[in-house]
């Protein structure tokens, strides 16, 4: 009987040895792997020769993942490299149009056809600021809507003459989320346009005002506000004015590329509210 349990303990301990203990290690060794990135399998020529076999076909394999993987990042790498140097080059090209279109509405003597020329030049202007702001990114895939939306708002009080002057106050609210290009562009066009036509025409005659601009993301639901205390104006379609006409189409073309709901109120000042789903990056 001493005989039999002395063998069994025997048999238990080679098994251990020569099968139990170096599948444990090879377990240990592939959670490393996954964790670390790094595989020691420590092949002895103690072990069985199928767990020599297994180890080593593990230890190919993942050699080959490492450099399948390192030839994925550095192709990753060099794809950032370029579209960073995309959004650099059409942030330039944009900036050279957006002065050319200065230029040359610096020689119109008209004053409407003037003031169609300084409005191109602010749109161009916003694309060239999305496009900034992408090659300024860690990612390329989004923008931090919230210090987008200020430095846009800024360069619009800005360029309209207004930003040292103090009549007109700018208010940028933004909750802390990112926004896809897809939507950013023509959300940020909305944005140029309005708040262009509230300096220009909300406050006339010297007056002084505030122009406020929150951006919200609730439940995946993005709202934009933007509202003047200004002296209002009316939306109807036949009524004529220098606030009607493509300013107008552009502001809903652009809704309609949002798949937003759009509202607006013209008493009491003017108010825009866009209401869309945000595209998950």
């Known amino acids: ?73 550095k192709a990753m790498a060099h794809q950032e490299l370029l579209m960073r140097e995309i959004h650099h080059r059409v942030k330039n090209n944009l900036q050279i149009v957006a002065s050319l279109l200065n230029l040359q509405a610096s020689r119109i003597s008209h004053p409407e056809v003037r003031a ?62 990112r926004m896809n290009p897809d939507q950013a562009v023509p959300l940020a066009l909305i944005m140029t346009e309005i708040v262009t036509n509230s300096i220009k025409y909300a406050f006339p005659d010297g007056r002084r005002g505030t122009i406020s601009v929150a951006l919200r993301l609730v439940d995946q639901i993005v709202t934009l506000t933007i509202a003047d205390d200004g002296i209002g104006c009316s939306f109807d379609e036949d009524t004529p004015g220098e606030r009607h006409g493509i300013g107008r189409k552009l502001i809903r ?21 866009f209401v869309f789903p945000l595209i998950r990056e």
């Open 116 to 177: 169609e020329f300084a409005l191109a030049r602010d749109r161009v202007r916003a694309l060239a600021t999305l496009h900034k702001t992408l090659y300024a990114e860690d990612r390329l895939d989004s923008l931090d809507m919230a210090s987008f939306l200020r430095e846009l708002c800024e360069q619009t009080l800005h360029v309209a003459g207004e930003g040292e002057t103090g009549r007109i106050t700018l208010k940028v609210e933004s909750d802390d989320f």
């Open 253 to 273: 073309g652009f809704a309609r590329q949002l798949n937003a709901q759009l509202s607006r109120s013209g008493e009491n000042g003017t108010v825009y509210k």
């Open 1 to 73: 009987m001493i005989l039999l349990v002395a063998g069994l303990i025997g048999v238990t301990l080679a098994a251990n040895i020569v099968l139990v203990w170096p599948l444990r290690r090879l377990t240990y060794s592939v959670q490393k792997w996954q964790m670390e990135g790094v595989f020691d399998a420590r092949i002895t020529r103690a072990m069985p020769l199928e767990l020599q076999r297994l180890g080593q076909a593990f230890t190919r394999a993942t050699r080959r993942l490492s450099r399948h993987e390192a030839r994925l990042n």
